[in-house]
């Protein structure tokens, strides 16, 4: 048992930080801190800079462009890059549509796609959820059906995150009614800009548009789109979902979270002292904190496992849960630290690019608006009760 | 031992809840929260014709109820619309300070508020006070003719609608003091107050208000020099009872809103309901509204209690709403699913207004600590 990075984890640590300081621009990192919501042009920008350097697509194999690093060194990555408040790799083409191709496109998908996701020529966008279909993946009614070339798709997508940046969307189409609700669903990609497809935003309970409904009307789509076999996409789908899975813990957001947290706790005061020195706030801090220890070396060990060779299973359910709740209690104390500031609704003054001051303190404006949003994750992704259903399955064998 | 409503109790129950159903529609509550005034002049009307704003004032102040379960009462209804109207602010607050400390001239103002034709707010939190309520900086500097005052109020609720602020200032003491606080009736146009108004979260209005040299006559000042606090604090007392009792009503309604989801909405090919995991946990949403609602009746039959009494009663409800609040919405969001997520939903709204009453009158940590010294330590 050796709880120390090796020299050469070490050294790669030293390397990528080396990189953050030299290249992770202020202006990112300052609305990365604020809470303002980033741009399509702030993502484009991060993503070119890190495909720069090679380091777009930390999972993906040399061969497909990729840096193809192991476990360790992709936890050592994303920690450094979330402790630094870099804005996160919109996942939808790299983690999640780049694996699916690699292991189950054609060649000519392969070869034409693959690049255009790290130049950043596409962005996609996750046509998973139907309304109704929620976590019941398997219940998609969106259809799909063959004529000549083309496929005809009917239906509607819903909580597609980013899809009003995204010109491209990867679908669970049902192409067959025929046994299982499993069998018979397909695996598609889709222009957005083939006629037929309107984009609606959906505005969430903290006033950002940040997820939109998707509605097919006989959209043609060639059958050149195609993923693989017909009827065999819920194979892929769910090797899409095991690829989404990483890095679920959220061990970096959450320490970001925390400092976040104990800064403000620093400023604030509360009976002419600062906040942080109050016992019983104080303590609310260290619980969580103590939590978050225990969680990163639980994740350490998944991800040590899975560096050797080990697929993660339902660890990676447990990891969800637990790390869903320590940074919803995180986002909960920050709200609780900002006091009556927690109150002005200031969704202008977290648009970037906004003059408006916010009310308050600066650290105050996105308090509530962040905690209202990450109420999403112990819902997205896989609910955490599907989450517990997959434990007690997997593990528990009730 | 008796937990019944009075025969006008009820009959005040029954009337506002069918006049809120009725008038009070999702559509209309879009429509005030999108105004600045952050009420419908129509629906603030008709709750005047009802009495429900006399209803949370005393007799001899001109109304005709004013005690703890009418306040309660009242204010469960308004949270079971989540309706957003500052009727905490104009009448508990600023009404209730006047009826205490008010002379008879500063009195007439309530008999128009009682009518529904007047809004006041209480400019007492400042920017690094919390929720300390002694905690006051803003200065009155006696002068000839009066007073000047300087300083600055933070989150006054229903500032940008009301035609008179009711200011605290020191005239006296150190920082933290009790003593030493008084009050002033300020009207909103007065030379040197400045409003920046903005809209909260879960509905409303309200403005950080700077007051550089305001000059005040000596009939602005709301009873005695210095003598402010006992009153405010028990203002503050039956405010803090009306939005615990506010809460109530929006918990109520998000567990209805829960209750019928688990019943209708399918998935893996049945009602979610027939689930045990969520069963159990709608189960213990209900057992802690249970809980909130003998908080409340705790609350309201101790209101006006001498101060001692009062406030461990204060402390012991707002705290336990606080953690029921976050419980009911949380659990109700998560059991929604996305759907719970989204702002065109009903339940947004009251899960919004509902997070956002623990930020007033003390949260639930605050109310901790005040539990600790007043009767564990």
Same mark, same amino acid.
């Given at each position: 048992m050796d709880l120390n990075y090796t020299e050469a984890e070490i050294a790669f640590r030293d390397e990528v930080r080396a990189f953050i300081k030299a290249k992770l621009p202020d202006h990112l990192v300052d609305q990365s801190k604020l809470g303002t919501s980033l741009t399509k042009a702030d993502y484009e920008e991060w993503h070119a800079i890190l495909n720069a350097q090679g380091w777009?697509?930390? =999972?993906?194999p040399k061969e497909f462009?990729?840096?193809?690093?192991n476990a360790v060194e992709r936890h050592i990555f994303e920690d450094e890059m979330t402790k630094a408040n870099a804005p996160r790799v919109?996942?939808?083409?790299? +983690?999640?549509?780049g694996p699916v191709l690699q292991a189950f496109g054609s060649k000519e998908q392969q070869d034409y796609y693959l690049p255009r996701i790290l130049n950043g020529d596409d962005w996609w966008c996750q046509g998973y959820s139907e309304p109704g279909a929620g976590s019941d993946l398997? +219940?998609?009614? #969106?259809s799909a059906v063959r004529d000549g070339d083309h496929y005809i798709v009917n239906g509607q997508k819903t909580w597609t995150t980013l899809g009003q940046y995204a010109n491209k969307i990867f679908c669970l189409v049902r #192409? +067959?009614?025929?046994?299982?609700? &499993? &069998?018979?669903i397909s695996f598609l990609l889709i222009d957005?800009? #083939?006629?037929?497809i309107e984009v609606r935003p959906i505005v969430l309970i903290d006033g950002t548009p940040e997820v939109n409904e998707v509605f097919f009307d006989n959209v043609k789509v060639p059958?050149? =789109?195609?993923?693989?076999?017909?009827?065999?996409g819920w194979t892929y789908a769910k090797y899409l979902l095991t690829h989404e899975? #990483? =890095?679920?813990?959220g061990v970096g957001f959450a320490n970001a979270g925390l400092q976040n947290l104990k800064r403000i706790a620093r400023l604030e005061q509360s009976g002419g002292r600062?906040?942080?020195? =109050?016992p019983h706030f104080a303590a609310r801090i260290a619980r969580v904190e103590m939590d978050l220890m225990a969680m990163s070396t639980t994740n350490l060990r998944v991800v040590s496992q899975a560096a050797a060779g080990q697929a993660p299973g339902a660890e990676s359910s447990m990891l969800k849960i637990k790390g869903t709740i320590i940074r919803q209690e995180i986002n909960a104390l920050t709200r609780n630290a900002v006091g009556p500031y927690a109150?002005?609704?200031?969704s202008e003054a977290l648009d970037?690019? +906004?003059n408006e001051e916010p009310v308050g303190?600066?650290?105050?404006?996105?308090a509530t608006a962040q905690y209202l949003n990450n109420r999403k994750l112990s819902i997205f992704g896989g609910s955490n009760e599907i989450q517990r259903g997959i434990i007690t399955k997997a593990i528990l064998e009730l | 031992m008796n937990f019944d409503l009075t025969d006008e109790r009820q009959m005040l129950q029954d009337g506002l809840r069918r006049y809120l159903a009725d008038a009070y529609t999702a559509e209309a509550r879009k429509k005030i929260e999108d105004?600045?005034?952050?009420?419908s002049p129509d629906i603030w009307t008709g709750l005047a014709e009802m009495g429900v704003i006399g209803a949370l004032f005393r007799e001899e102040d001109g109304g005709f109820a004013g005690e703890g379960f009418d306040i309660a009462l009242v204010f469960e209804e308004l949270g079971r619309i989540g309706a957003v109207d500052p009727l905490i602010d104009t009448a508990v607050l600023g009404g209730g300070l006047i009826a205490v400390l008010g002379t008879d001239a500063q009195k007439d103002v309530i008999e128009t508020v009682i009518a529904g034709g007047a809004h006041l707010a209480v400019a007492? *939190?400042?920017?690094?006070?919390?929720?300390?309520?002694?905690?006051?900086?803003t200065t009155a500097t006696k002068g000839a003719d009066g007073y000047t005052l300087n300083g600055r109020k933070a989150i006054v609720v229903n500032a940008p609608s009301a035609e008179n602020l009711i200011v605290s200032a020191r005239?006296? !003491?150190? $920082?933290?003091?009790?003593?030493?606080i008084s009050l002033f009736i300020i009207p909103?146009?007065?030379?040197g107050m400045t409003l920046r108004s903005y809209p909260i979260v879960g509905g409303g209005h309200a403005a950080e208000v700077t007051l550089s040299d305001v000059s005040v006559p000596?009939?602005?000042?709301?009873?005695?020099? !210095?003598?402010?606090y006992d009153a405010i604090s028990a203002m503050n007392a039956r405010a803090t009872l009306a939005i615990c009792a506010e809460a109530l009503g929006l918990m109520e309604s998000i567990k209805t809103l829960t209750n019928d989801y688990l019943k209708t909405r399918k998935q893996f090919g049945v009602p $979610? !309901?027939?689930f045990q995991a969520l069963q159990h946990r709608l189960a213990d949403v209900l057992i802690e509204i249970e809980q909130a609602r003998s908080a409340v009746i705790n609350l309201a039959g101790h209101v006006d209690a001498e101060p001692s009494v009062r406030d461990v009663h204060v402390s012991a409800t707002k705290n336990l709403i606080g953690l029921a609040a976050r419980l009911v919405v949380e659990e109700g969001i998560q059991m929604h699913g *996305? $759907? !719970?997520?989204?702002?065109?939903?009903?339940l947004g709204h009251l899960a919004k207004r509902l997070t956002m $009453?623990?930020?007033?009158? *003390?949260d639930t940590d605050y109310h901790m600590e005040q539990f600790i010294k007043l009767a564990v330590a």
């Open positions: 777009l697509a930390p =999972n993906w462009g990729g840096a193809a690093w919109v996942p939808f083409g790299l +983690s999640m549509l398997a +219940s998609v009614r #969106t #192409t +067959s009614k025929e046994g299982k609700p &499993q &069998q018979g957005m800009d #083939t006629p037929g059958v050149e =789109n195609l993923v693989g076999e017909e009827n065999k899975r #990483t =890095n679920i813990a600062p906040l942080i020195e =109050n109150m002005p609704f200031a970037e690019g +906004s303190p600066d650290y105050a404006a996105p | 105004d600045e005034a952050a009420f007492h *939190g400042e920017p690094s006070s919390r929720f300390d309520m002694p905690r006051v900086e005239t006296s !003491g150190d $920082i933290a003091d009790t003593d030493g909103a146009d007065t030379d000596n009939e602005a000042m709301l009873g005695a020099e !210095g003598a402010a $979610i !309901g027939k *996305g $759907i !719970g997520m989204t702002n065109e939903y009903e $009453i623990d930020h007033r009158f *003390g």
